[in-house]
């Protein structure tokens, strides 16, 4: 079992940072890719960035690109989003995923694992 836990939401005016924070517990050894996705109200949950824990590759949806950074630390109990440059339209409720497969991209069925949240509120 793994267990996520986010932080480093909050409520930043637009062209602001932020960083978030995923703790991963549990047994994290055979974890293959970790992911971030958010659900902003009355839309559809979207995959933001993932990454293979093993190999390092990074994913982003196209509207992030550039202004957001997902990295792990070496021990794959802590994943990041570094999101720079933030717009009104980033607002969100952000979640941390995880599973085992060797490849999950930004579908958001290929993860098993989920935190409870963290909200994100740009204002313009």
């Known amino acids: 079992q793994v267990k996520l836990v986010e932080s480093g939401g909050g409520s930043v005016q637009a062209g602001g940072s932020l960083r978030l924070s995923c703790a991963v517990f549990?047994?994290?050894?055979?974890?293959?890719?970790m992911g971030w996705f958010r659900q902003a109200p009355g839309k559809e949950r979207e995959g933001v960035a993932s990454?293979?824990?093993?190999?390092?590759?990074?994913y982003y949806v196209d509207s992030v690109k550039g202004r957001f950074t997902i990295s792990q630390d070496n021990a794959k109990n802590r994943l990041f989003l570094q999101m720079n440059s933030l717009k009104p339209e980033d607002t969100a409720m952000y979640y941390c995923?995880?599973?085992?497969?060797?490849?999950?991209?930004?579908?958001?069925?290929?993860?098993?694992?989920w935190g409870q949240g963290t909200q994100v509120t740009v204002s313009s």
């Open positions: 995923a995880a599973d085992y497969r060797m490849t999950c991209g930004l579908a958001g069925a290929n993860y098993d694992y």
């Open positions: 990454i293979n824990t093993s190999g390092g590759s990074t």
């Open positions: 549990g047994y994290i050894y055979s974890l293959q890719c």
